[in-house]
Nanobody, 124 residues
Framework: VQLVESGGGLVQTGGSLRLSCVTSGFTGDRYVIAWFRQAPGKEREGLSCIRKTDGITYYSDTAKGRFITSRDTTQNTVYLTMNKLKPEDTAVYYC??????????????????WGKGTLVTVSS
């Protein structure tokens, strides 16, 4: 399984950016893809998680309202659209993937497959 993020870069406060995560190697469509970020000196933070099969998406409180996660099933790509960016959004953004929880199909607590990340810098 491989995940490759792209779309990071430098953006001004208030701007928008769309990150992409291309996945490959999964057998079938029954998996979830999550977005995380890690700012300098801080712990990794979960942002969202989307189910490949039906697009149901879960958001953390941090991501609700400004971030949108979507998927393109034909391209095996998941997007993270970030709006009204703030300097505190500066971080390395990662996508991760795994099979959904067998109990209820939700996103698992831990993810086994990770991309290398893409850096987002928001200037003030």
């Amino acid at each position: 399984v491989q995940l490759v993020e792209s779309g990071g870069g430098l953006v001004q406060t208030g701007g928008s950016l769309r990150l992409s995560c291309v996945t490959s190697g999964f057998t079938g469509d029954r998996y979830v893809i999550a977005w995380f970020r890690q700012a300098p000196g801080k712990e990794r933070e979960g942002l969202s998680c989307i189910r490949k099969t039906d697009g149901i998406t879960y958001y953390s409180d941090t991501a609700k309202g400004r971030f949108i996660t979507s998927r393109d099933t034909t391209q095996n790509t998941v997007y993270l659209t970030m709006n009204k960016l703030k300097p505190e959004d500066t971080a390395v953004y990662y996508c991760a993937a795994d099979r959904p929880s067998p109990l209820d199909g939700s996103c698992p607590v831990t993810m086994n497959y990770w991309g290398k990340g893409t850096l987002v810098t928001v200037s003030s």
